[in-house]
Nanobody
């Protein structure tokens, strides 16, 4: 059973930065695609950024492109999300998940980490 753990959330002001981490417990993410998602109460979980851990190829949703950066550590057990120039609408619980080719969906969500952007 794949297990991921998100961390690094907190309270920040608009325009500030925050670094989130997604750590794999007991396995390497080498052959996985990992995605960062976020959710606010009353809304569906939405994608933010994705990375192919093997080759580092990354993709961003338009609303974070140019502000957020996703990358993985050299040991390929942690995927980071650097959040820059945060906006009020970036508030939410951030989750990471791995892509399951057979099910065609992301899964193995951690407990999430709360990011609150407030002035």
């Amino acid at each position: 059973q794949l297990q991921l753990a998100e961390s690094g959330g907190g309270l920040v002001q608009p325009g500030e930065s925050l670094l989130l981490s997604c750590a794999a417990a007991g396995f390497t993410l080498d052959y996985y695609k990992v995605g960062w998602f976020r959710q606010v109460p009353g809304k569906e979980r939405e994608g933010v950024a994705y990375i192919s851990v093997r080759d580092g190829g990354a993709y961003y949703e338009d609303y974070v492109k140019g502000r957020f950066v996703i990358w993985r550590d050299n040991g390929k057990t942690i995927v980071y999300l650097q959040m820059n120039k945060v906006k009020l609408e970036d508030t939410g619980v951030y989750y990471c998940g791995v892509w399951n080719d057979a099910r065609q969906e992301y899964e193995s969500w951690g407990q999430g980490t709360q990011v609150t952007v407030s002035s």
